[in-house]
C-alpha cells in the first residue's frame, strides 16, 4: 500500500491564481481530512468527508473548496489565492469504525503564494 | 472551542534519559486523543490513539496516559535515543468528528 498520497510536493503561487492539491488514499478508509500548519504553529482543519459525496468544514475552510467523489481521491481546491494561504497542507485519512478515528497523514505540499 | 497546549516548546536532554511531554486541553468532552511524531520537513507519523474510555497506551518505549476530567494527556518515552529527535504533536477528537491539534514540543537528544 502507498497509504497516503499528495500532489504536488512544492508549488509557487502568485495572488489570484487558482490550483488544486491532490489527495489520494489506497487504504479503503471512509474519513478523510484537510490540514494546514503554518510555521510554529499546530495543525488546523480545513474540511473533512466521512465519505463519498459528503463533506464538511473544519475550523478553518474560507478560501478552500473540497469535493470527494470517489473513497480514494480528496482533492483541495484554493480560488483566488492569497499570501495568508502560504502553507504546508497535510492530508490525512482515517478508518472506518466508530472508535477508531486513527488518523494516517500524507506527506504534505509546501505552497507559496507571492 | 477546544484549545490544546503542549509544554515545552521545546526540549533537550542526554541520550538514555527518561523524559515527559505534556499535553494539556481545555474541553474535557473528546472521544480520543492521539500523539503524533513529525520530522522535518515530512508529514505526521501516528504514534499512540487514546480512546476516551482508556488511561494509558503502550508501544515499545512509549507511554501514553489521559486523564480526560483534568484535561490533561503525557507522553512518556524510556531510554531516549538520537533517533527520537522530532516534533511530537499531540490531537484531540471531539464529538463533532473535528480534530484540534496543540503546537508540538521540539525534541533534541544529544548523544
Known amino acids: 500500500n502507498a497509504g497516503v498520497t499528495q500532489t504536488p510536493k512544492f508549488r509557487i503561487l502568485k495572488i489570484g491564481q487558482s490550483m488544486t492539491l491532490q489527495c489520494t488514499q489506497d487504504m479503503n478508509h471512509n474519513y478523510m481530512y484537510w490540514y494546514r500548519q503554518d510555521p510554529g504553529m499546530g495543525l488546523k482543519l480545513i474540511y473533512y468527508?466521512?465519505?463519498?459525496?459528503?463533506?464538511d468544514k473544519g475550523e478553518v475552510p474560507n478560501g478552500y473548496n473540497v469535493s470527494r467523489s470517489t473513497t480514494e481521491d480528496f482533492p483541495l481546491r484554493l480560488e483566488l489565492a492569497a499570501p495568508s494561504q502560504t502553507s504546508v497542507y497535510f492530508c490525512?485519512?482515517?478508518?472506518?469504525?466508530?472508535?477508531?478515528?486513527?488518523?494516517?497523514f500524507g506527506p504534505g505540499t509546501r505552497l507559496t503564494v507571492t | 472551542k477546544q484549545e490544546v497546549t503542549q509544554i515545552p516548546a521545546a526540549l533537550s536532554v542526554p541520550e538514555g534519559e527518561n523524559l515527559v511531554l505534556n499535553c494539556s486541553f481545555t474541553d474535557s468532552a473528546i472521544y480520543n486523543l492521539q500523539w503524533f511524531r513529525q520530522d522535518p520537513g515530512k508529514g505526521l507519523t501516528s504514534l499512540l490513539l487514546?480512546?476516551?474510555?482508556?488511561r494509558e497506551q503502550t508501544s515499545g518505549r512509549l507511554n501514553a496516559s489521559l486523564d480526560k476530567s483534568s484535561g490533561r494527556s503525557t507522553l512518556y518515552i524510556a531510554a531516549s535515543q538520537p533517533g527520537d529527535s522530532a516534533t511530537y504533536l499531540c490531537a484531540v477528537r471531539d464529538a463533532g468528528n473535528q480534530f484540534y491539534f496543540g503546537t508540538g514540543t521540539s525534541l533534541t537528544v544529544i548523544p
Open positions: 490525512a485519512s482515517s478508518p472506518p469504525g466508530s472508535q477508531s478515528y486513527e488518523q494516517y
Open positions: 468527508s466521512v465519505g463519498a459525496g459528503i463533506t
Open positions: 487514546i480512546q476516551s474510555s482508556q
